[in-house]
């Protein structure tokens, strides 16, 4: 499905999750904001970027076994970013019109996997005690091929096999229910690049 128009967006992903709880969208935004996410990202410092841990304060630890990606926290200030958050703040307003999801904010990662790196099997947010509501994940990988690997498998609840395959290919967008999908980033065999955010509902974690 290939999309450029963003009311035609956006309503296309909140069709796709009111029937099936995700959406993946191909070729998601026009070139020039894709091409600026790209370059913004390009332009950062490596060094910038840390291995992802598990957990967050007090419980953050990092276990390369469980996931060996490399992130860097997006500022909301950068000048090449702010066409991607303007449109981010209609997706959330749209969202929450629509699903009544109260989702108050929307933090986000570039996320870096070097060749080898991989996310074993895991929720983004548990039905208790956490306020990630919607993952999205736009892919920043020019001429991606099939035997690259890195491919996102999607499962539903339970189930042993995963219902969906996405190749992250460059301005490719999955955006998900948090709580109900269970996901895994299969070995990239080259570096591969992402933006991955969460829109959040304003409850404390610790009061949950
Ligand atoms: O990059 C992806 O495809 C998914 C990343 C992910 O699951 C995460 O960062 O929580
Ligand atoms: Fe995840």
Same mark, same amino acid.
């Given at each position: =499905?290939?999309? !450029? *128009? *963003?009311? /035609?967006l956006i309503d296309a992903i909140g069709d796709e999750i009111a029937l099936n709880g995700f959406a993946v969208i191909a070729d998601t935004f026009p070139?020039?904001?894709t091409e600026a996410l790209l370059n913004q990202l390009m332009? !950062?410092?490596?060094? $910038?970027f840390k291995l992802a $841990?598990? $957990?967050?304060?007090?419980?953050?630890?990092?276990? +390369?076994?469980?996931r060996s990606d490399r992130i860097l926290w997006l500022?909301?200030?950068?000048?090449e970013t702010q066409q991607y958050f303007t449109w981010v703040e209609q997706l959330r307003l749209a969202l929450n019109k629509r699903f009544f999801l109260g989702l108050f904010e929307y933090e986000c990662m570039f996320a870096h996997y070097p060749e080898g790196a991989f996310y074993q099997k895991?929720?983004?947010a548990f039905k208790t005690g956490s306020n990630r509501k919607i993952s999205s994940v736009l892919? /920043? *990988? +020019?001429?991606w091929q099939n035997g690259d690997g890195g491919e996102l498998l999607l499962y539903h609840e339970g189930d042993e096999a995963?219902? =969906?395959k996405v190749s992250p290919k460059y301005g490719t967008l999955v955006v998900f229910l948090s709580e109900d999908f269970p996901h895994e980033v299969l070995p990239a065999k080259r570096s591969r690049y992402s933006l991955t955010g969460w829109f959040r509902v304003n409850t404390p974690a610790d009061v949950l």
């Open positions: =499905m290939t999309v !450029l *128009n *963003n009311e /035609l070139a020039d904001l332009a !950062l410092d490596p060094d $910038g $841990g598990i $957990g967050r304060e007090n419980d953050f630890q990092t276990d +390369k076994s469980i500022d909301e200030d950068l000048l895991h929720v983004d892919y /920043l *990988n +020019k001429d995963p219902f =969906m």
